[in-house]
């Protein structure tokens, strides 16, 4: 008998202590990531930006002046690819910033991609960034740039406001 009401406290133990831990670990953290990436076939740099859709519908209202809720449809894709356009930026070799194009966005589950690219010749020797994608949003934001247009990939960290930061060959 005594085996039994152990075995009972231990599975109401751990169903109580999964009901508690759950919503513990449901937070996201809050981070977004970029690749920067040169695609010699097409003669360009290639820039996609992940972040959580939920995390940007807050971002994308405030930015658009309209009431918040979550993005779902085309509209919501432009305004968040226009947000991420204004917090996201390259800089070459001499320091002039580049003139990146937006050429799409999409859903992906929790996930919204935002996709640029830069028709260059060649990589530049050294790369700038500024990304402050959702800095404004979250006093935790981390943004991680994955840089890969020379022999290795270089992550770039940002956490809250800052300045250009360099990468090169």
């Known amino acids: 008998m005594r085996t039994q009401v152990t ?11 999964a009901a508690v831990a759950r919503p513990a670990f449901a937070h996201r953290m809050h981070t977004a990531l970029s690749e920067v990436t040169w695609n010699p ?3 360009a740099i290639e820039i996609f930006h992940r972040a959580y859709a939920h995390d940007l519908s807050g971002a994308v209202a405030r930015a658009a002046g309209r009431p918040g809720r979550p993005l779902e449809n085309d509209e919501d894709l432009a305004l968040a690819a226009l947000y ?15 003139p990146l194009e ?12 935002v996709y640029q690219k830069l028709l260059i010749p060649e990589p530049p020797q050294r790369l700038g960034v500024r990304n402050l994608i959702l800095v404004e ?16 990939i270089r992550t770039l960290i940002f956490r809250g406001r ?8």
Do not use: P
């Open 102 to 113: 937006t050429v799409g966005a999409e859903f992906d589950g929790d996930h919204l991609y």
């Open 7 to 17: 075995r009972r406290a231990v599975i109401a133990g751990a169903a109580a202590a």
């Open 84 to 98: 991420v356009e204004g917090r996201f930026a390259a800089a070459a070799d001499e320091g002039a910033e580049l």
């Open 41 to 43: 076939n097409a003669g």
């Open 162 to 169: 800052g300045g250009m930061r360099w990468t090169g060959a």
């Open 137 to 152: 949003e979250f006093s935790d934001q981390t943004n991680f740039v994955n840089v890969a247009l020379w022999d290795e």
